[in-house]
């Protein structure tokens, strides 16, 4: 009897355990069925994400090697990502979809479906995707929907429509953490082959039928947990069909090649490109990537420009700003004192003492560090010179590559007729050339910083202009200009108008056609 109940028991166990790794295997039939109430003839792209199997830490993981510079703010995007993760995941939230439909385009942004069971709290879902711009939620059809109120309407009364390439396009997308299906119409298609019969040059150019008929649905599977990989399916009409798409896919790559754009913003693109080729297989174009074979190196290559740019963008905006809030400064002080700043505030025996810099702490927001200065001593004085490793954040450009603590690039241009000449404090009415046409501070190259406190500057060489500037922006300077405006000026720009540039009354304004960068 009891070797009976054993063996009643362990095949009870066996079928249970059996039964929940069915249930967690994925089931594209099963996943296009939960969605398929949500979708009609005008729905155009799906996306499906298994929440209990997508990681967002892998990624960040890899951009915080790629870019160490940029780890805290890498660390607080991967905490965020995957704070949301898991409070979805406390909600009781499994898997979500999100779904663009042309009916609610372009009014409405796409829809956010959730499916519910036991133990899932609308609330607490709602309010883990509470980043997200989704509009309004509601319960239909079984599932949390969350997304404009326009849209919430047409759902609750539309008729499905039988969509059985959702099913066959999950298929192909794999078991994956996620999957993003484009499945355009056939009308949809029809109406692209009609209105656009030739497509742009831009893309390659050729009969919009290559498109609408070698692409009848994509699909793509990614995982996110190492080793991370990607797929890619593209279905279409026939065998033939599938050959013109992967050509025209190759006369895009030739296209781009060529492109100086391209060239500057991914200098491996060609490389990229032959490695990302589609092979035909049947009526079918396939191509996968994963982290084995030389994606984590093709990953590397396509982002890592990118965050270089998205990086100098950012340096460069940052540096404006700081140029810009000086510029205001040096007006406020002008209000107040009726001219602005001297180069440096001077000794009773006539010797520079503290640079402008410091004359310009109260004007931004730095009150209380301007008060521990000792006005009447120079800058090297016991008691100044222990505050130079205070400098205010105003000061110290996001652009130098030399980081030296207590040291600027933001200077005043100094030579005869300058406005921070080093003789008698100037004010507007000196500038007869206009501010608009004068150089008030330049940001210069690395080699050129000084102490922030010390009433030095830019040796400007009238004959030179361009001399100890454009290092940091490959050949380019950021300057404020007395007008309160920063431009952005080339120093191979013609060099008289770059000398006019930096002179306040030399009765030749700018040839603006001549300059560079403005």
């Known amino acids: 009897m009891q070797t009976k109940l054993r063996t009643a028991t362990l095949a009870a166990l066996f079928f249970q355990t059996g039964v929940l790794l069915a249930a967690d295997r994925f089931d594209p039939a099963a996943t296009a069925k939960t969605i398929a109430p949500f979708i009609d003839e005008r729905t155009v792209a799906i996306v499906h994400v298994d929440v209990s199997r997508f990681e967002v830490a892998p990624s960040f993981d890899y951009l915080a090697k790629v870019r160490p510079d940029m780890k805290e703010a890498i660390d607080k995007a991967r905490a965020a990502g995957s704070n949301i993760l898991k409070q979805f995941r406390e909600a009781g939230g499994h898997e979500l979809f999100v779904v663009v439909s042309l009916a609610d385009v372009p009014e409405s942004t796409p829809f956010v479906v959730v499916p519910v069971a036991n133990g899932v709290e ?3 879902v709602r309010g883990a995707l509470q980043r997200l711009p989704l509009g309004s939620h509601r319960r239909l059809n079984g599932a949390l929907v969350l ?6 309407d047409r759902l609750s009364s539309q008729r499905p429509a039988a969509r059985p390439e959702v099913a066959r396009a999950f298929e192909a997308a794999g078991d994956t953490a996620a999957q993003a299906l484009l499945v355009p119409t056939a009308d949809a298609r029809r109406v692209i082959e009609e209105l656009f019969p030739t497509l742009p040059t831009e893309i390659g150019g050729g009969a919009s039928k290559t498109l609408t008929r070698g692409a009848l649905w994509v699909a793509m599977g990614v995982n996110t947990s190492p080793p991370w990989s990607a797929s890619l399916v593209l279905q279409s009409q026939d065998r033939e069909a599938a050959g013109a798409l992967r050509q025209s896919w190759l006369d895009v790559y030739k296209l781009l090649g060529g492109n100086r754009d391209v060239a500057v913003a991914l200098p491996e693109f060609d ?20 982290e084995r074979n ?11 420009p990118g965050l270089r740019s998205a990086q100098a963008a950012s340096q460069r905006a940052r540096s404006v700003n700081n140029l810009k809030q000086i510029a205001l400064a040096m007006h406020i002080y002008h209000d107040i004192h009726k001219h602005f700043p001297p180069a440096a505030s001077l000794g009773p025996d006539g010797k520079p003492l503290l640079s402008w810099r410091v004359l310009l702490l109260p004007h931004l927001d730095q009150e209380p560090l301007y008060r521990e200065f000792h006005l009447d001593e120079p800058w090297d004085s016991e008691h100044n010179r222990a505050l130079i490793e205070r400098m205010p954040d105003v000061f110290s450009s996001p652009l130098a590559k030399l980081k030296t603590p207590g040291h600027t690039s933001y200077l005043a241009p100094r030579a005869e007729g300058t406005i921070l000449d080093g003789g008698e404090a100037v004010s507007l009415k000196d500038i007869t050339d206009g501010t608009s046409n004068t150089i008030l501070i330049v940001e210069a190259d690395d080699d050129q910083v000084v102490i922030w406190t010390q009433p030095d500057d830019l040796p400007l060489d009238l004959d030179h202009p361009q001399a100890g500037l454009g290092g940091l922006l490959d050949g380019q300077f950021l ?7 920063v431009q952005t000026l080339h120093v191979d720009s ?23 960068g403005r």
Do not use: C, M, Y
């Not at 997304?147 to 919430?152: H, I, P, Q, R």
């Not at 032959?274 to 996968?288: A, N």
């Open 479 to 485: 300057a404020a200009i007395a007008d309160g405006s």
């Open 294 to 304: 030389q994606g984590a190196e093709l990953l590397r290559a396509a982002v890592e």
């Open 147 to 152: 997304g404009a109120e326009a849209t919430l």
């Open 494 to 516: 013609d060099q008289e108008q770059l000398r006019r540039f930096f002179l306040r009354a030399d009765g030749n304004p700018v040839d603006w056609n001549k300059v560079k």
């Open 122 to 124: 609308d609330d607490a």
């Open 271 to 290: 490389r990229i490109a032959s490695k990302l080729v589609p092979e035909v297989k049947g009526d079918k174009l396939l191509l996968s990537v994963n």
